[in-house]
Nanobody, 122 residues
Framework: QVQLVESGGGLVQPGGSLRLSCAASGSTFSSYGMGWYRQAPGKQRGLVAAVGWGGRTNYADSVKGRFTISRDNTKNTVYLQMNSLQPEDTAVYYC????????????????WGQGTQVTVSS
């Protein structure tokens, strides 16, 4: 079992930055891949970025070059640094524990945080 708690969302102007954090507890954090998903109103939840237990990463095309996922296994925390934010990045962002496969595909387990709202608006 893994419990996940996100933080760091908020309101930011276009071009601004935010860093999301996801604190994990309850199991061996370092053995999991971790992913960040987002869901905008009326849209399906989609993968934004993932990091494997060894630090390998994968990104959605829409955020490559702007977002960076990282993890600190000593703090049981995964981060999402978001730069050059645009209105289309507005969504609820969710943290997930899963598995980043060798193919680069991320497989989510049924461990989700409660979500944190990111709003990009002037």
């Amino acid at each position: 079992q893994v419990q996940l708690v996100e933080s760091g969302g908020g309101l930011v102007q276009p071009g601004g930055s935010l860093r999301l954090s996801c604190a994990a507890s309850g199991s061996t954090f370092s053995s999991y891949g971790m992913g960040w998903y987002r869901q905008a109103p009326g849209k399906q939840r989609g993968l934004v970025a993932a990091v494997g237990w060894g630090g390998r990463t994968n990104y959605a095309d829409s955020v490559k070059g702007r977002f960076t996922i990282s993890r600190d296994n000593t703090k049981n925390t995964v981060y999402l640094q978001m730069n050059s934010l645009q209105p289309e990045d507005t969504a609820v962002y969710y943290c997930n524990a899963g598995n980043l496969l060798l193919s680069g595909e991320y497989y989510p387990y049924d461990y989700w945080g409660q979500g944190t709202q990111v709003t990009v608006s002037s």
